[in-house]
Nanobody, 124 residues
């Protein structure tokens, strides 16, 4: 059984930073791409970023590019999302997801496994 557990969410002022982590189990973590998505109240879940199995490839949404960075530690089966220069519009529940294959992907449907989400609130 594949499990993903996010942590690190919280309340931060605009301009601040947070680091989210996602611990995984039940699968060969190093073989698969990972992604981060978010969902704000009243909005659809949206893509934030993705990282390939080797961490050599990745892709970010335009809204977070240059501010957010995804990294992974295949030895510890964890993926992280470093969020800098946070804005109030970054407020959302953030989800970690594991892809069907090793190449990074932005498509929601390519991620069969999801964590429960962690709340990030950015105050102005």
């Amino acid at each position: 059984q594949v499990q993903l557990v996010e942590s690190g969410g919280g309340l931060v002022q605009a301009g601040g930073s947070l680091r989210l982590s996602c611990a995984t189990s039940g699968r060969t973590f190093s073989s698969y791409a990972m992604g981060w998505f978010r969902q704000a109240p009243g909005k659809e879940r949206e893509f934030v970023g993705t990282i390939g199995w080797s961490a050599a490839l990745g892709h970010y949404a335009d809204s977070v590019k240059g501010r957010f960075t995804i990294s992974r530690d295949n030895a510890k089966n964890t993926v992280s999302l470093q969020m800098n220069s946070l804005k109030p519009e970054d407020t959302a529940v953030y989800y970690c997801a594991a892809a069907r294959w090793g190449s990074p992907t932005t498509r929601f449907s390519d991620y069969p496994y999801w964590g429960q989400g962690t709340q990030v609130t950015v105050s102005s």
